[in-house]
């Protein structure tokens, strides 16, 4: 389970790098995406930046599985919801700045992490 989410996290930083650099290379333009505060613009950043945070949230998650730190109850459960999270995370972000219906898909990632919090959290607690 470890090892998947490691490859996650570090897989998502690197996705998060690309798409800053796509993204950045509009910036410049004051009218960008609808212009610095546009709704399509700050999609665009959250879902650059949550490549980023989800990445890190598996990494970490990676480490304490790997440490024997945290071992909640239902750790594939834990594993791929965060997997799933940090890929429809961004994935949303992205095609709500397209097209705003996606927006009523922004439950599906945020449950995905809930899950697993809730695993870990459980198991802290439980210890």
């Known amino acids: 389970m470890a090892q998947w989410n490691m490859f996650a996290g570090w897989a998502g930083m690197l996705f998060g790098l690309i798409s800053g650099s796509v993204i950045g290379l509009f910036f410049h333009r004051a009218n960008f995406a609808g212009g610095y505060g546009a709704f399509r613009r700050r999609l665009l950043r959250l879902g650059h930046?949550?490549?980023f945070g989800l990445g890190i949230i598996n990494v970490l998650?990676?480490?304490?599985l790997s440490s024997?730190?945290?071992?909640?109850?239902?750790?594939?459960v834990a594993s791929l919801s965060l997997i799933a999270g940090a890929?429809?995370?961004p994935t949303i972000c992205f095609l709500t700045a397209w097209k705003?219906?996606?927006r009523h898909a922004f439950a599906l990632?945020?449950?995905?992490?809930?899950i697993t919090i809730v695993l870990v959290l459980q198991k802290m607690v439980m210890s």
């Not at 998650?61 to 304490?64: D, G, I, K, R, V």
């Not at 990632?109 to 809930?114: K, R, S």
């Open 61 to 64: 998650f990676s480490l304490a």
């Open 100 to 102: 705003t219906f996606f």
């Open 109 to 114: 990632p945020v449950i995905c992490v809930a």
């Open 68 to 76: 024997g730190g945290i071992q909640p109850e239902y750790p594939v």
């Open 49 to 51: 930046i949550a490549f």
């Open 87 to 89: 890929v429809l995370m």
